[in-house]
């Protein structure tokens, strides 16, 4: 590092000129290296940022692939007798890459130079104080959370569902690495709300640095993978954090295909009642708890599952059907 800061480059002159890198901590030390080496901040920024997502997206992911093959977790899966296969999870895994390297590199690579044209700090050091980023996140998270509970509901209806979304419901008990398993359209869709936020408040602002889209993207790519993992702990967040989402909410999605739309949030549900399959759902599964024993739980809960399961598989019909509907209707006007 020293070497690398001693060394007066060109790159050192343009970019950090009149830095005191002694004030600097040793986070941002190494990504003032980074930019030095790299040369070029579209490409350093670019590469870093695509390497960032792909290393926590199936660093997040593996957890999971592992818990997966331990009984022992069972107890706190939620559809206990819907294992994912290691052919599902490769073949998960090969649709997951394609839209990474078909979609999510090319948005990547130019979401930086539009938001640096907005103002927003990619190579410059020192970083924001927590205090500056932590309600710039929060506000990443309330519209991204609100962004996807209205397309989301879109890509419920029929054209949308039968050529797009379907895809992601290929698995009525989502594990890990389905997180991104989607069409490549419904990867632009959805990611819209994900960067949107941040180039919104960089154009209204123009007060952001990339380490705070960065950490947003984290916890993001956290909520999204853990959310499809299929398993709910005791010390999981909802049970801390009564309106944060989680996996026992969006697994009933899954599930019944209905109801719970939102991603991070309980509350958007709950206000357009979105979500009154799911609540009926789990009065049954609370009443059951007191009124029986363990083994007839059990057996209740199985047969609740299927039921729903099965009011899901025709709510997906009716949703395709509207689709060649809206086809007939559309060949007859011509």
């Known amino acids: 590092m020293a070497a690398a800061l001693n060394g007066t480059t060109s790159a050192l002159t343009e970019l950090y000129a009149g830095t005191d890198f002694s004030a600097l901590n040793w986070f941002e030390q190494q990504w003032v290296a980074w930019y030095i080496y790299i040369g070029n901040p579209i490409v350093a920024t670019g590469l870093m940022s695509f390497l960032l997502h792909e290393i926590v997206y199936f660093g997040r992911s593996i957890p999971w692939i592992i818990i997966d093959a331990m009984p022992y977790f069972r107890k706190w899966k939620l559809q206990p007798n819907k294992i994912p296969t290691p052919a599902e999870q490769w073949a998960c895994t090969k649709q997951v890459l394609f839209s990474h390297f078909t979609i999510e590199l090319p948005a ?140 026992e909410h969006h697994d009933f999605h899954h599930m019944a295909f209905t109801n719970n739309f939102s991603t991070s949030f309980r509350w958007w549900d709950r206000i357009f009642g979105t979500d009154t399959k799911y609540r009926e759902y789990r009065a049954r599964v609370k009443a059951a708890k007191k009124a029986m024993t363990k083994e007839q739980q059990l057996e209740f809960e199985r047969k609740l599952m299927a039921q729903v399961e099965a009011e899901g598989i025709v709510a997906e019909a009716e949703a395709e059907k509207m689709s060649l509907l809206g086809g007939n209707k559309k060949n007859k006007v011509q």
């Open 108 to 247: 990547i690579w130019l979401f930086h130079p539009m938001a640096e044209s907005f103002g927003m700090k990619t190579y410059q050091v020192p970083f924001p104080s927590l205090k500056i980023m932590a309600p710039q996140i929060f506000l990443f998270f309330f519209f991204e959370d609100f962004f996807h509970f209205v397309a989301h509901q879109a890509l419920h209806t029929g054209v949308l569902y039968k050529h797009i979304h379907k895809i992601h419901h290929k698995y009525s008990a989502p594990f890990g690495l389905a997180a991104e398993y989607a069409h490549p359209a419904e990867v632009f869709i959805l990611g819209a709300g994900t960067i949107l936020g941040p180039i919104l408040y960089c154009y209204f602002t123009q007060n952001l640095h990339i380490v705070t889209v960065y950490i947003w993207i984290v916890l993001r790519l956290f909520q999204a993978i853990d959310a499809h993992s299929g398993y709910d702990f005791p010390w999981s967040l909802h049970n801390i954090v009564p309106f944060w989402s989680g996996a």
